[in-house]
């Protein structure tokens, strides 16, 4: 079809490229099957090439966010569900007329509950040097899965429970999936790691971080990098990966366990310095 | 390919538009739930235990 076949006539300037716009839409579609097939084959490549681009940002966007979004409304709602892990801030008993206020910290034996069944949520993690309001769920198992993507902090099984003498050895994720481990870089020696169980508050001081491979399992050993070694004191070690948005290394804290307290006598002395006193 | 799928459309052109945003949306949706959750360990980040 050529421009002469339509009925053309100009009355002004506005109406011929309508026209000839209607004209030329049936001889595009006439022409293109037409195109190389070479040619056709690289557009669609080129598209595919495109949608794929499109659906790695989004996996990005997915990852980075989205987990958070998600693991971190579960992990709430994993908290409120225990019942006794949010605390009122008040509880302390004050006993002023004693000549001495009663040091509620123990060192004797703490009691130590047995190991549950996987995915159970047995304990929390407060950490003082996170902020108050850092307060994580503990539960049993380190499968991606079942437990870290979703639950937060995950114990590997096997390993001691809280005060146990033994290394009570758990992981979290740094980055996605709520971050539970997201600071473990500006802990230092002497912080305290709170973990409280149902009736009991363990406190353990960071002692020592290193950074290892992904190998290196004698870290969450009973003495930890002592693999074999009958334990003698209760220790606590957290794994997360390292570099950020790497597996490649492990960022690994060790932490010696200072003193326990029943729940009901209140909070543990470092809680309540976090909270700016009692 | 996204041409072929705008002709094959029905409609005028604010349909067709408002029907692929719907299929974004369903493609968006789908990742999310299944399909994301499903390729993310494979990926080789993230791996925070040692084993």
Redesign the interface.
Known sequence: MTEQTTPVVIPDEAQPPAERRADRRPRRADRRPRRGGVAAAV??LG??LITLGV?LG??VV??LW??DVVANRHQEELIADLGWAEITPTPVPTQEPTAEPVDPRRYDAPPVIAEPAVRTTFATLRVPRWGPDYLQAISQG?S??QV??ELGI?H?EGTAMPGGIGNFAV???????GKP?NRIEELQVGDALVVQTEETWYVYRVASTEI?S????E??APVPGQPGVAPTAAMMTM???HPM???RE?YIVHATFDYWMPTDAGLPPDLDAANGGA | ??GWLWRALPGPRWGRAGILVALAAVV?AV??TWV?PA???L?????????
């Open positions: 557009g669609v598209e595919l659906l989004l996996f997915w990852q989205w987990t380190t991606r899965s870290l993507d995950g590997y992981a979290a994720h740094r980055v996605t999936y481990f290892v992904p190998r290196q399992v870290v969450v794994t997360t990966c948005y790497s597996a492990r | 390919m996204y968006v990742c999310f994301f390729i993310a360990p990926m080789p980040f993230n791996d925070t235990t040692v084993d």
